[in-house]
Nanobody, 124 residues
């Protein structure tokens, strides 16, 4: 059974940094696209970032609101994907979800598996 488990959320001041991790289990994920989404209270789930699978060069892409501040990376040996968040703003406050997709994209509908989410709160 595929499982995605996020960690690393918490409370941080505006301008600070935080790194989220997502550990995957259940099968090998090296060829899958891994993504991060977030959902703030009362808002729809929003695409944050995604990174392609291997085995060769990977590529990543980002939502406009986080471009230049967030960096996604993955360690296939550990079946883990990371989201390094810098220059955090209060509007980054949300529950962050890790997701897996064979084809990728920015649409939640293309992702097959989801983690339970980790909460990030950015204080002003």
């Amino acid at each position: 059974q595929v499982q995605l488990v996020e960690s690393g959320g918490g409370l941080v001041q505006a301008g600070g940094s935080l790194r989220l991790s997502c550990a995957a289990s259940g099968r090998t994920f090296s060829r899958d696209i891994m993504g991060w989404f977030r959902q703030a209270p009362g808002k729809e789930r929003e695409f944050v970032a995604a990174i392609s699978g291997g085995p060769y060069a990977t590529y990543s892409y980002y939502g406009d609101s986080v471009k230049g501040r967030f960096t996604i990376s993955r360690d296939n040996a550990k079946n883990t994907v990371y989201l390094q968040m810098s220059s955090l703003k209060p509007e980054d406050t949300a529950v962050y979800y890790c997701a897996l997709s064979p084809g990728g994209g920015r649409d939640t509908g293309t992702y097959e598996y989801w983690g339970q989410g980790t909460k990030v709160t950015v204080s002003s």
